[in-house]
């Protein structure tokens, strides 16, 4: 029978691990497959575990307390006092509405900080700034991380002089309100007055939904404009700041209604997101009525 089929050799009679698969001895991951599966588990959570700790190091190195959280800074020595300060040159590149503007405040100057233009509003004396709170600390860190291109970047504080020192980017063509007053021809231009009212509505939105939650003073000196002409709103947050200092009667102007009940006998009044969205539409008004 075998020999017909190629000469292949007859199977034994009884095969090798028998008719019950028991004759061999069985392999050691079949007697320890509990084990290794246990194993190969205990691997894969120790390896996704060390992952996450190293990813979470990585991301968050200096995370410290609430408590600890510093003030962004400029200190006063490397602040060069502006518009004596700056050369020729760099005078011949601002606006004539920019630095009229400047010469008529007499809280904002022209400095220059790390070699660039900055804006400084001056708050008096460092005295009230001593003791900052730590939401006054948190408040500071969080405009100077604001990254908008229609609000204006807030550099931080100086509080090692005899005033204390808000710093802000400056902006070449100086606020909408300098522009206007300049009779600058592009501010006429449709294309220009439709760009800046979106811009504007843009900028309050970012601040509406940042933690600040509203602007709470503004008007169109605060609403800067660059060298691209884009608009980019400025001035805002450090309320514990503004309220050291009075209105001007101009600045009742911008204020809404209910801001206006509020006051009272005080001078001092918070804002609001209505109160922003009033004071929009006068700016608004305004560009509008250039024409």
Same mark, same amino acid.
Not at 125 to 131: E, H
Not at 185 to 205: L, N, P, R, T, Y
Not at 237 to 242: H, N, P, S, Y
């Given at each position: 029978m075998w020999s017909s089929r190629g000469g292949s050799i007859p199977p034994p009679a009884v095969p090798i691990c028998g008719f019950g698969g028991k004759g061999c001895a069985a392999s050691v991951f079949e007697m320890y497959k509990g084990y290794f599966l246990l194993g190969i588990a205990l691997f894969v959570v120790t390896i996704s575990g060390s992952t996450f700790t190293v990813g979470f190091l990585i991301h968050v190195p200096n995370a410290q307390p609430p408590a600890e959280v510093g003030t962004p800074s400029a200190p006063t020595k490397s602040l060069g006092m502006g518009l004596h300060g700056f050369t020729q040159t760099n005078i011949s590149s601002l606006t004539h509405s920019t630095i009229g503007s400047l010469a008529r405040s007499r809280i904002f100057s022209l400095y220059s900080y790390n070699g660039e233009?900055?804006?400084? %509003?001056?708050?008096?004396?460092?005295? &009230?700034? +001593?003791?900052?709170t730590v939401a006054q600390m948190t408040e500071c860190r969080t405009m100077r991380l604001f990254d908008h291109e229609n609000v204006n970047r807030f550099l931080g504080l100086s509080l090692d002089g005899p005033n204390v020192l808000a710093v802000w980017n400056f902006c070449l063509r100086g606020s909408i309100r300098d522009v206007i007053l300049s009779e600058?021809? &592009?501010? +006429?231009?449709? !294309?220009?007055?439709?760009?800046?009212? +979106?811009? !504007?509505?843009?900028?309050?939105?970012?601040?509406h939904n940042s933690p600040l939650q509203f602007h709470g003073g503004l008007k169109s000196s605060a609403c800067l404009i660059n060298d691209r002409w884009q608009v980019k709103i400025s001035y805002f947050? /450090? %309320?514990? /700041? +503004?309220?050291s200092q009075k209105n001007r009667a101009k600045d009742f102007l911008w204020l809404s209604p209910e801001q206006l009940r509020k006051m009272g006998d005080s001078e001092i009044v918070d804002g609001s997101k209505p109160s922003d969205i009033y004071t929009m539409a006068l700016i608004f008004t305004e560009v509008q009525n250039i024409q």
């Open positions: 233009k900055c804006i400084v %509003r001056s708050f008096g004396s460092t005295t &009230m700034a +001593k003791a900052l600058n021809a &592009m501010v +006429k231009d449709v !294309i220009f007055i439709q760009s800046a009212i +979106k811009e !504007i509505c843009e900028g309050i939105h970012f601040l947050g /450090l %309320r514990w /700041l +503004k309220s």
